[in-house]
């Protein structure tokens, strides 16, 4: 199920805490670029992504000297809307969670 149809649910208050908490927690493309620009090398936007086991890969290998470093500019915008959307996803469930928690008391 989609983000937006996941979303149909909650209610106007729901929804601007889901704004708030998404605001603190997505990751920005600015960010993710220019650690790539300058730490790509060492895997830096890859740690800033959460894909900690191929930073780590990525630091040892000097990325792929280079290589696995350039070819990696060309993911990093769909690998960061797939994090911001499953970042949103689980927000979503916490705050559905909390609503039935609510209601239940």
């Not at 086991?53 to 040892?60: C, E, P, R, S």
């Not at 060309?74 to 909390?98: C, H, P, V, Y």
Request: aromatic share 10%; glycine share 12%.
């Amino acid at each position: 199920m989609n983000n937006l149809q996941l979303k149909q649910d909650l209610s106007s208050h729901q929804l601007a805490i889901l704004n708030s908490e998404l605001e603190t927690n997505k990751k920005l493309p600015l960010i993710a670029y220019l650690l790539w620009f300058f730490l790509g090398g060492l895997g830096g936007h890859r740690y800033y992504l959460g894909n900690v086991g191929m930073g780590i890969a990525m630091t040892l290998t000097l990325g792929g000297l280079g290589i696995w470093a350039f070819i990696d500019v060309f993911f990093i915008g769909g690998r960061l809307k797939e994090i911001n959307q499953k970042t949103e996803s689980d927000l979503i469930m916490k705050i559905k969670a909390m609503g039935s928690q609510n209601l239940a008391s």
